[in-house]
């Protein structure tokens, strides 16, 4: 079993599943008294946020590059990024460490593609809706990624850095997403994309007219898959 990194407090709300989901992953799998081998670093989100709002992004990435060489030295084999938005700096991140780097996109293509999703709804923080790196690199997949309008991209946004990271879930928040989850099916979405690792807080199965896909859930067992592979 190789040992994962975790880089996470990017809400630290969305890491505490992918510790919970890779754990219980692995003992469905092993049986026995087996858990998942972890190195988790949480770094503070009020700085990384504060570097994301101005567009400071190549900042952020030095952060996380830096936190990704350090579980690396400590004994890290393969490193998970805990957080969609800042994939945007993945390149940042795989240019200081030699263990491989699992993707959030590439591990929620596999399930995607899987089920034939193949033009879905994404749902996000402004930066990754807005911004190219993230449907790019669903498109290098065959995957066509439909967003909300402005309103409505700004209406998620919100209800993100307002609630989400915060452990609050509001029920008229709630009513919100689910409106425009249904609104994306409405224009051809196959699937809706939690393209924010807090979004499963208020968007689940059975909350949209189509598929649901956690990208938390989706990367932690895909870590899981890498970490048992061969052995």
Partial sequence: ????GMI???????TMPYYDIVNRAVAERLGGYHSAKILLLSVDFAEIEARMRPGRWEEAGELLASAAATLEAAGA????????????VAPQIEARIRIPFLHIVDAAAEELLRTGARRVGLLATRFTMEQEFYRDRLASHGIESLIPDEEDRATVHRIIFDELVHGRTEDVSRREVRRIATALSERGAQGVVLGCTELAMVLGPGDAPCPVFDTTELHAKAAVSRALAGG
């Fill in 8 to 14: 996470g407090g990017m809400s630290w709300q969305s």
């Fill in 1 to 4: 079993m190789k040992t994962l």
């Fill in 77 to 88: 084999e393969l490193l998970l990024l805990c957080t969609n938005t800042l994939h945007k």
